[in-house]
C-alpha cells in the first residue's frame, strides 16, 4: 500500500507564500502521475496542478503563473509553491499519487488526509 502524508499548509495572508509536500512510502513498484487537488468548503475537490512521472506539468487556469508543482523522484516527494496566494485559494489541499504496487499492475489511485490551507484578507 501507499501512504500519502501532505505538510506545509497553514494561515497566511493574502498576497503570502506557502510550499506544500507531500510525501509517499510504502511498498510500491512504481510512482506515475502526482496531482494536487483543492477543496474549498461546500465545494467539490478540483485539480489544481498534476505532474508526470517524467515531470511535465498541467494547472488549473486559476493558479497558472502563481503555483509551481514539482517532484523529487529520490524522495518520492511532490510539492506545490503557491504564490500570490488569493483568498479564494483557501481549502483542503489533498496530494493524490497513482502507483503501481508491483510490476505489470494497474496504475491505482491514492490520497492523502490533506492539509488545511487558509489565506486571509
Known amino acids: 500500500q501507499v501512504q500519502l502524508v501532505e505538510s506545509g499548509g497553514g494561515l497566511v495572508q493574502a498576497g503570502g507564500s506557502l510550499r506544500l509536500s507531500c510525501a509517499a512510502s510504502g511498498r510500491f513498484f512504481s510512482l506515475n502521475d502526482m496531482s494536487w487537488y483543492r477543496q474549498a468548503p461546500g465545494k467539490q475537490r478540483d485539480l489544481v496542478a498534476s505532474i508526470t512521472s517524467t515531470a511535465p506539468t498541467h ?46 499492475d494497474v496504475s491505482r489511485e491514492n490520497w492523502g488526509q490533506g492539509t488545511q490551507v487558509t489565506v486571509s484578507t
Open 59 to 104: 494547472y488549473a487556469n486559476s493558479v497558472k503563473g502563481r503555483f509551481t508543482i514539482s517532484r523529487d523522484n529520490h524522495k518520492n516527494t511532490v510539492y506545490l509553491q503557491m504564490n500570490s496566494l488569493k483568498p479564494e485559494d483557501t481549502g483542503v489541499y489533498y496530494c493524490m499519487a497513482q502507483a503501481q504496487l508491483y510490476y505489470g
